[in-house]
C-alpha cells in the first residue's frame, strides 16, 4: 500500500472535492485491495461529511469488509473507527459505539486517529469524561510521534470536550495551542475552526462582545474563501441570545436552515436555538414545533445531552400548560441535565418545580441553588432566582429580597461588559423575573414606599447609567457611511414615488453590519451604583419626584416631597396603555388639520396613571419618572400636569445624574441651530433663532450634513435641531433626524465626544423612546441621555410643522430669558392653552 492511499483519506478532510476524484479514480483502476479499502474509506468520509450518510454507510461497510477479508488488523481498526464514527453521526449510537469499541479494544496497540474518532464519538453522545481521556490518549500520542498536524487537530477537539466540561481555562489553552501548531500549507478551514472554538469559550465565560467579534472575523473568513459552515450559525446564534438578542439570533438560524446542505447535526442543533430563540419573545407554539423537530433530530443522532437540552426549550414552550405529562417530563430533564452539571440546569431545575408538589418542590429549588457560584453570571442568575423562589415559598420575604439582589448583581456584572448601548438594555431582560419577584414582596412588605422605590430604581434604565463604549476618534464605519447614503436615496425615492425593494433590502444588510459592530465593543467591567433612597429625598428637597412602578400589571405610584416618600394605586398598565393610544390617535388627527377634541381624554388618563397619588401633588414643578412602556404617554393631557411646569426622566437615579451635570460656561458658537431637509416650513423657526443670536453656528441647506453636525453638536452648550425624525420601534437605535446627506441615526451620536448640554428636537416623534429589555429604553433621546446631556424637548407625537416653528421661537425665547426646558414649555403652553402642538411636545431632564 502506497502512502498516496493513506494521503487520500486525509484529502477527504482538506479538499473533499479532489479526494473524491482521486478516490473514484482509484476505484476505477483495478486496485490493490489495500487501496480499494483506503479509497472507500475517503469516499465514506467525503459523503459523511457533506450529510450524506447513507452513500457513506455504504462506501464505509464495503471498506470494512474488503479490509476483514485482508486480515491487516491495524488497517480493519483504523476503517472501523471511521465506519462507528459515521454510525453515530447518522443516528445508530449503540452499533456505532460497539463497532468503536471494537476498533479500539480489539487490537493491542489503537491507533491515535482510532482514539480521537472515538472520543468525538463519545462526546457526541453526552460521555463527556470518557471522550476527555479518550482525547488526551490521542493527543499525547500525536505528539510523540512528531505529527504536528494531527496533534493541532486533537488538541483542538480536546478544547471543544474541556468546553463542555465547564473547564474553561484549560479549553482556552489547548485551542490557543491548537492555532498556533497549524501553518500557513495547512488548509485555512482548520485555524478556523479553532478559533471560532474560542468564541464559543468566550461565551461560556459570559464574554459576548469578544464572542460576537470573534465569530464575525471567522464569518468574514468563511466568505472570502468560499466554504461556509454551517455551525457557526450555531455559535452565533447562542452567543445573540445570550446577550438579549433572540430575533438576531432567530433571523440567522433560519437562514442557516435554508441551506440546501445542512448535516443533521447542524440542523438539530440549528432548530434547538431557533426554538430557544422563540421562547424568549413569547412566540411559543412555532417554539414548540422546532424543539420537538431538535429532540427528535438529537434522538436519531444518539446524543442523550443534547436531547436533553430540546426537552428542556420544549418544556419552556409549553410553560403554563397543566398536565401529568408535562409534569413528568420537566422533571425527567432537571434530573439529567443536573446529573452532568450543565449550565441550563438551574433553570431546568425551577421549571420542573413549577409543575411539582410542595416536598418535591423544595428539593427541585434547593438543588438549582447549589449554582450560585462558580458559574458563568447568567448560571449563577439562575440559582440566585431558584433561592428566591425557595424563599418565597418559606414566605420569607426578606430573604427573597436579598437572593434577588444577589441574582440582579450577578446579571449587573454580565451587562457591565457590553460595550454597546443596545446590548447593555436587550441583556437587562435576563432579569425580569427577579425583578418582578422583588418588586411584588417590595410592594407588599414592611419596607414601605421606600423599599419600592429602590427596587424600582434597582433595575429601571441601567444601560443609561453607564455611557456607551464609544469609537472616539476612530474613522466612520463604512457600513454607517453605506447606510447614510441608502437612507438618503430612500428618501428620494420615496418622494418620487419610485419602487423601494431594493433600497429597503439593501438598508436592512447595512443595519446588520452597523449592529454586529456595535455589538463587538467591550464593556469595561464597574460596580452598578445602586440609588441611596436618602440622598434621593434630600435631593428633591421641596420639588416632586413621581415615580411609577408597574407590579404584576398595576400602577403603583410613588411621590417624593419634602422628606416623605409616599403611595398611591392607581389603574393597570394595559389600561394606560390603550388610553396612551386613542391620546396618540387625536394629537395625529389635531397636526393633520383636524379639530383637537381630546374631552374627558386627559382626566382618564390621570385617572389610570396617577389616580389618588394626583391629590398628593403640592403646588409648583414635578418631575415624572415612568415605567419604561408609559414614556409615550402625552402627560401635558393630565389636568395635574397641565398647569405647572413638569419634566420627564427615565428614573430617578437619571435626574440625580443629570443634575450633576455642570452648566457649560458661555462662549461663542456653543449654540448650534440645524435645519434638515424636507421640512414643510424649511425650518422656518431656525432662520428667526439665528437673526436673535449672530454668534450661533448655523447649519442649514446643503451644509447641514451629518459630520459637520456632528462637529457642531460634540460639546455645544444647547442644539437646536429642525429635522424630520424617523423612529424605528423595530430596531430602536436606528432612529434618526434626516439631514442633507442622510439620516442621522443613534449609532451616530454615539460617537460624540461630548453631549451637547440640552438639546431641543422639534421633528415629530423625536423623543419616542422603545421599552426594551426589562424597564430599559432605547431612541434618541436615551442615547443623549447615556453621553451626558442634561435636557431635551422633544415631542412624543405627530406635529404640524408650522406650528411647531412659531412654538419653537417663544421656547427659545423662555430658554434664553434662563428658565429651564420644563418651566420655558410650561410658559410656552400657559399662552395657548389646548394647543395640540404644544400639548405633545414634552421636557426630559432638567
Known amino acids: ?104 479494544f480489539d487490537v493491542e496497540h489503537p491507533t491515535a486517529r482510532t482514539r480521537l474518532r472515538r472520543s468525538m464519538a463519545l462526546l457526541w453522545v453526552g460521555r463527556r469524561a470518557e471522550s476527555h481521556d479518550e482525547m488526551l490518549r490521542a493527543a499525547r500520542a500525536f505528539a510523540e510521534q512528531g505529527d504536528r498536524l494531527w496533534h493541532a487537530r486533537t488538541l483542538h477537539h480536546l478544547g471543544l470536550v474541556e468546553l463542555a466540561l465547564g473547564d474553561l481555562d484549560a479549553a482556552a489553552e489547548h485551542t490557543r495551542h491548537a492555532i498556533a501548531l497549524f501553518t500557513p500549507d495547512d488548509d485555512p478551514l482548520e485555524p478556523l475552526w479553532a ?22 472575523g471567522v464569518a468574514a473568513e468563511y466568505l472570502r474563501l468560499g466554504r461556509p459552515r454551517p455551525h457557526l450559525a450555531v455559535t452565533r446564534c447562542r452567543a445573540l441570545r445570550a446577550a438579549g438578542l433572540p430575533r438576531e439570533a432567530l433571523e440567522v438560524a433560519r437562514e442557516a436552515l435554508a441551506g440546501t446542505t445542512v448535516h443533521p447535526m447542524d440542523r438539530a442543533a440549528l432548530e434547538l436555538v431557533a426554538a430557544s430563540a422563540l421562547v424568549q419573545v413569547e412566540e411559543r407554539p412555532e417554539a414548540a414545533v422546532l424543539a420537538r423537530a431538535a429532540r427528535d433530530g438529537y434522538r436519531r443522532l444518539g446524543n442523550t445531552w443534547a436531547e436533553a437540552q430540546a426537552r428542556l426549550v420544549l418544556v419552556r414552550a409549553r410553560r403554563g400548560e397543566r398536565g401529568v405529562r408535562w409534569d413528568r417530563e420537566a422533571r425527567e430533564v432537571a434530573a439529567l441535565l443536573h446529573a452532568e452539571r450543565i449550565d441550563d440546569a438551574p433553570l431546568a431545575l425551577a421549571l420542573a ?12 429549588l434547593a438543588a438549582a441553588a447549589t449554582y450560585r457560584s462558580g458559574r458563568p453570571a447568567l448560571v449563577r442568575a439562575s440559582g440566585w432566582w431558584a433561592t428566591a423562589l425557595a424563599r418565597d415559598d418559606d414566605g420569607d420575604s426578606g430573604g427573597v429580597l436579598r437572593a ?61 447609567a453607564q455611557p456607551p463604549v464609544t469609537p472616539g476618534d476612530e ?16 428618501a428620494e425615492a420615496r418622494a418620487g414615488g419610485e419602487p423601494t425593494d431594493q433600497l429597503d433590502q439593501e438598508r436592512r444588510r447595512l443595519e446588520r453590519a452597523v449592529r454586529a459592530e456595535h455589538h463587538r465593543q467591550s464593556g469595561a467591567v464597574a460596580v452598578a451604583e445602586h440609588l441611596d433612597v436618602d440622598h434621593l429625598v434630600t435631593e428633591v428637597g421641596d420639588g416632586c419626584l413621581v415615580e411609577l412602578v408597574d407590579v404584576d400589571g398595576v400602577v403603583h405610584v410613588i411621590v417624593v416631597h419634602r422628606g416623605r416618600v409616599r403611595r398611591a394605586v392607581a389603574g393597570t398598565t394595559a389600561d394606560a396603555l390603550a388610553l396612551t393610544g386613542s391620546a396618540a390617535f387625536v394629537l395625529r388627527r389635531a397636526a393633520r388639520g383636524r379639530p383637537f377634541a381630546p374631552g374627558d381624554l386627559g382626566q382618564r388618563l390621570q385617572d389610570t396613571i396617577l389616580g389618588p397619588a394626583a391629590r398628593l401633588l403640592p403646588e409648583g414643578p414635578v418631575t415624572v419618572a415612568p415605567t419604561s412602556r408609559l414614556h409615550g404617554v402625552p402627560w401635558a393631557l393630565l389636568p395635574a400636569l397641565a398647569g405647572r411646569p413638569f419634566a420627564v426622566v427615565p428614573s430617578a437615579a437619571q435626574w440625580l445624574r443629570a443634575r450633576a451635570v455642570p452648566v457649560p460656561a458661555a462662549r461663542p458658537g456653543d449654540v448650534v441651530l440645524l435645519a434638515g431637509p424636507g421640512l414643510g ?62 439620516p442621522l441615526t443613534v449609532h451616530d451620536l454615539e460617537r460624540l465626544r461630548v453631549a451637547p448640554h440640552r438639546v431641543v428636537l422639534s421633528a415629530c416623534e423625536s423623543g419616542v423612546l422603545a421599552p426594551v429589555g426589562a424597564e430599559e429604553l432605547l431612541g434618541l433621546a436615551s ?22 416653528a412659531a412654538l419653537m421661537v417663544d421656547l427659545h425665547a423662555h430658554l434664553d430669558a434662563g428658565l429651564d426646558p420644563g418651566a420655558a414649555l410650561h410658559a410656552v403652553r400657559a399662552a395657548a392653552p389646548g394647543d395640540p402642538t404644544a400639548t405633545a411636545f414634552v421636557a426630559l431632564g432638567v
Open 1 to 104: 500500500m502506497g502512502m498516496s492511499d493513506v494521503d487520500l483519506v486525509d484529502l477527504a478532510l482538506d479538499d473533499p472535492d479532489a479526494a473524491e476524484r482521486g478516490a473514484r479514480a482509484v476505484l476505477g483502476s483495478s486496485p490493490s485491495p489495500e487501496r480499494r479499502v483506503r479509497a472507500l474509506q475517503a469516499l465514506g468520509i467525503v459523503h459523511r461529511d457533506r450529510g450524506s450518510p447513507d452513500l457513506a454507510l455504504g462506501d464505509l461497510r464495503g471498506a470494512v469488509l474488503t479490509a476483514t477479508a485482508i486480515g491487516d488488523a491495524a488497517l480493519i481498526s483504523d476503517v472501523r473507527a471511521t465506519y462507528g464514527l459515521t454510525l453515530v453521526e447518522a443516528g445508530q449510537r449503540r452499533r456505532g459505539l460497539h463497532e468503536l469499541d471494537r476498533a479500539t
Open 195 to 216: 478559533e471560532q472554538n474560542l468564541g464559543e469559550i468566550a461565551v461560556a465565560n459570559g464574554d459576548l462582545a469578544r464572542a460576537l467579534a470573534i465569530f464575525d
Open 353 to 364: 418545580a413549577e409543575r411539582s408538589a410542595s416536598s418535591e418542590r423544595s428539593a427541585l
Open 404 to 464: 434577588c439582589a444577589r441574582g440582579l448583581d450577578a446579571l449587573d456584572e454580565h451587562r457591565t461588559t457590553l460595550g454597546s448601548t443596545e446590548l447593555r438594555a436587550l441583556a437587562t431582560g435576563h432579569g425580569s423575573e427577579l425583578a418582578a419577584l422583588a418588586l411584588r414582596h417590595a410592594a407588599a412588605g414592611a419596607g414601605g414606599p421606600r423599599a419600592l422605590l429602590r427596587w424600582s430604581e434597582r433595575w429601571r434604565a441601567t444601560a443609561l
Open 475 to 490: 474613522p466612520v464605519l463604512p457600513s454607517l457611511a453605506a447606510l447614510r447614503d441608502n437612507g438618503r436615496r430612500l
Open 681 to 742: 416650513t424649511g425650518g422656518a423657526e431656525v432662520p428667526v433663532l439665528a437673526q436673535r443670536r449672530p454668534d450661533a453656528v448655523l447649519l442649514d441647506g446643503a451644509d447641514a450634513t451629518v459630520a459637520a453636525s456632528m462637529t457642531a453638536l460634540d460639546g455645544a452648550r444647547l442644539a437646536h435641531v429642525a429635522a424630520h425624525g424617523r423612529f424605528r420601534a423595530d430596531s430602536p437605535l436606528f432612529s434618526a433626524l434626516e439631514l442633507a446627506d442622510g
Open 783 to 804: 442615547a443623549l441621555f447615556a453621553l451626558g446631556t442634561a435636557g431635551l424637548v422633544c415631542s412624543v407625537a405627530e406635529v404640524d410643522d408650522a406650528a411647531t
